[in-house]
């Protein structure tokens, strides 16, 4: 169950700065798209549009129909951040059902159980654990069950694995593969990493400076599922060598 | 593994604040006998302790009435900040309106409007209560309004991402991160508030609590009684920190601030 993701027109200006002009994004049902652009061309700030986070200047964003704050009145839009934002007075099983504690009134049908996922993602044996307990790519974990315990259609992530070293990084990644082959939903991803974008996405998008625009819509045709040996494959490298090239064209305005 | 660090903490929970008791109690004792000081100027610990002695069922039942004063109004003003509190957040407007009101409460020399409190409120308990909680209040609600204020901005992207409620907020992370900074306040707080009782009682002509015997005392020029009452204040002053202490343990044990090293 996943929703397609639609933009038309979506501008963004804080103040006099432009960060997003007229954008439209067709993001089909079930992908994982990611979005990657050099720092400060407005990712963030487009995620967080499509959350309903933050307004669009101008433009609409329809997410399965309906409206992101249809979508995250009735919590069928997961967020994973950034900084786990875990809640240190609670324990891991807590802060992993949190989101089904906030607005009971719309409990998704559903949706998977948090001590199962805690299980998926081998923390089974910290239910009891404060977040200060953790390590951080363990913290990281328990941020992305907390999302996933929502079944939600869309997950939105933005650089999530970004604080972690590169070991933690790439079993978090594996780990995203599976989880999302058990729970399938539309995802947007947010990364700096060519490898992390081609090694889970159906589509990359490569963002140009600011204001942010499209530069490149690259399809990844790599079969699915993706082992963790995928990289070692000229496939893969290929995928990563094209990234690099079409990134390194929209920062410098080369080729397009 | 376990029990050293365990051993350690208790050592340092138990153990070190008699050695500084003991300590100041000795050189209190041994400076009032050296220095042959008068008593109503400064009376040696052991004639405070022969004099409490005398006595001890009095001085026991006007703790209690210091403690009740004292316990009440430091509730009634954490529980006023509590509600204050979340309504300033909401609303800078209000948090700014709200702000020299509460620096004049907070600076305003209680000693010297207590007596106009006891004319309006009338004699006994409710002037005691009432100026308690008052002079409680401001440090209360700064705390309250920085502590919530001060919710992780991740995590409330996060509640902002399933539509919470502003009361789920309040309750379920805006509260619990108010907890280290009023904590905080109320080490401070519950000395002020035994403080206050103290001094209200003095002047509310009911005759109840440590602050009217320190009055007569004083009033009649008798330093072992009004020594007696600052040694049951410091009493109680050491039972409300270990118990705001106990509390802290067991409320805030997921704060750093209750780690050792
Ligand atoms: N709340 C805000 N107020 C003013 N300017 C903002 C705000 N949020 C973002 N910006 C500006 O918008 C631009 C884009 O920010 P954004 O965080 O979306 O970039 P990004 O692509 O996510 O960058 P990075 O890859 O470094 O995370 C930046 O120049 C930033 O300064
Ligand atoms: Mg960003």
């Known amino acids: 169950m996943s929703v397609a993701v639609e933009l038309r027109g979506v501008s963004k200006s804080f103040g006099d700065l432009p960060v997003v002009q007229r954008l439209d994004l067709d993001i089909e049902a079930g992908a994982f798209v990611s979005l990657v652009g050099p720092s400060g061309c407005g990712k963030s700030t487009l995620l967080r549009m499509i959350a309903g986070l933050e307004d669009p200047t101008a433009g609409t964003v329809t997410i399965g129909g309906a409206s992101p704050a249809e979508l995250r009145r009735t919590k069928r839009l997961a967020v994973v951040p950034q900084q786990p934002g875990l809640l240190p007075w609670r324990t891991v099983a807590e802060n992993a059902r949190l989101l089904l504690e906030v607005n009971r009134r ?126 070692d494959t000229t496939a893969f490298v290929e995928v990563c060598a094209e990234l690099r090239h079409r990134l390194h064209g929209a920062m410098y305005g080369a080729t397009s | 593994m ?46 405070i302790l022969g004099y409490l002695g005398k006595a001890p069922g009095d001085f026991f039942a006007a703790s209690l009435i210091t403690t009740r004063h004292a316990l009440v109004g430091f509730v009634a003003a954490l529980i006023v900040a509590l509600l204050l509190g979340s309504v300033l957040v909401a609303s800078p407007f209000a948090e700014r309106a709200t702000q020299p009101v509460l620096v004049l409460i907070q600076v305003a020399p209680f000693v010297a409007y207590i007596s106009s409190i006891v004319l309006w409120l009338g004699a006994g308990d409710p002037p005691a209560y009432f100026t308690t ?27 902002a991402s399933v539509d919470a409620s502003r009361w789920e907020v309040m309750w379920r992370l805006r509260l619990p991160s108010s907890m280290p900074s009023l904590f905080t306040t109320a080490r401070y707080s519950i000395g002020l508030a035994l403080i206050v009782s ?64």
């Open chain 1, 106 to 231: 719309h409990q998704p049908a559903d949706h998977p159980d948090p001590l199962e996922l805690l299980d998926e993602v081998g923390l089974i044996d910290f239910l009891g654990a404060y977040p200060h307990e953790l390590s951080g790519g363990m913290r990281q974990r328990v941020a992305l069950v907390r999302g996933f315990a929502l079944g939600a259609p869309l997950v939105l992530m933005d650089e999530p694995f970004a604080a972690l070293d590169e070991i933690t990084r790439s079993e978090m990644r594996d780990l995203l593969a599976r989880l999302l082959e058990r729970h399938p939903a539309t995802v947007v991803f947010v990364t700096h990493s060519i490898s992390e974008a081609a090694f889970l996405s159906d589509r990359v998008l490569v963002f140009s400076p600011r204001p942010a625009g499209v530069a490149a819509d690259v399809t990844v045709a790599l079969p699915r599922p993706r082992p963790p040996e995928l990289e």
């Open chain 2, 2 to 47: 376990t029990d050293r660090p365990g051993a350690t903490s208790r050592r340092l929970r138990v153990v070190a604040p008699i050695v500084g008791i003991v300590v100041f109690l000795a050189v209190w004792e041994a400076f009032v006998q050296l220095r042959d000081v008068r008593p109503f100027v400064l009376t040696a610990p052991s004639d």
């Open chain 2, 133 to 159: 909680g008052l002079v409680c209040l401001p440090a209360f609600v700064f705390a309250a309004v920085s502590g919530m204020r001060s919710a992780d901005p991740a995590s409330r992207e996060l509640f």
């Open chain 2, 198 to 261: 103290y001094l209200v009682e003095g002047s509310n002509f009911s005759d109840e609590g440590l602050g009217a015997i320190g009055k007569r005392a004083a009033a009649s020029n008798v330093g072992d009684a009004l020594w007696a009452t600052v040694f049951c204040m410091v009493i109680l002053g050491t039972l409300g920190l270990g118990l705001i202490t106990l509390l802290e343990r067991w409320l805030l044990h997921w704060h750093a601030s209750q780690r050792t090293v």
